[in-house]
């Protein structure tokens, strides 16, 4: 199946879901942190990409989903699902948090939050 086949299926499966669960994209985008519009794009196939792992990963939490929705984009398996720009800290420890835990989009921007709080309060007493 090629790229484009598995970003179709990959909608139709949020499509069906969010439809299954008798939310609107409104709903969806509140629970998700992920824009009405790219939602839109991603259930309509017209997306040249998958998206981050993040964003599937609340996609995920929002819709119930499992791991399915990383099984239909291949992230699991796929070697080629490196990002070539070289990712900041808080980048990595965001995207290992959505895709290591059960945490939703909401506990990892407090996880984010808190940790760059501790961050700051050492750089303080290092002065």
Do not use: C, W
């Not at 909608?11 to 879901?17: F, M, P, T, V």
């Not at 969010?18 to 992920?34: H, K, Y």
């Not at 990595?92 to 948090?97: A, I, N, V, Y």
């Amino acid at each position: 199946m090629d790229k484009q086949e598995q970003l179709i299926k990959f909608g139709i499966a949020l499509k069906g879901r969010r439809q299954a669960l008798n939310l609107s994209l409104r709903d969806v985008e509140r629970m998700s942190n992920v824009s009405a519009a790219l939602i839109t794009k991603l259930e309509n196939g017209k997306m040249a990409n998958f998206p981050k792992a993040l964003t599937i990963k609340q996609l995920s939490n929002a819709l119930k989903f499992d791991n399915e929705l990383f099984v239909l984009a291949d992230i699991f398996s796929d070697p080629t699902y490196v990002e070539k720009d070289e990712k900041t800290f808080e980048q990595e420890f965001r995207e290992f948090l959505a895709t290591k835990t059960t945490l939703n989009a909401q506990n990892i921007e407090q996880t984010i939050y808190f940790v760059s709080g501790l961050e700051k309060l050492q750089q303080m007493g290092n002065l």
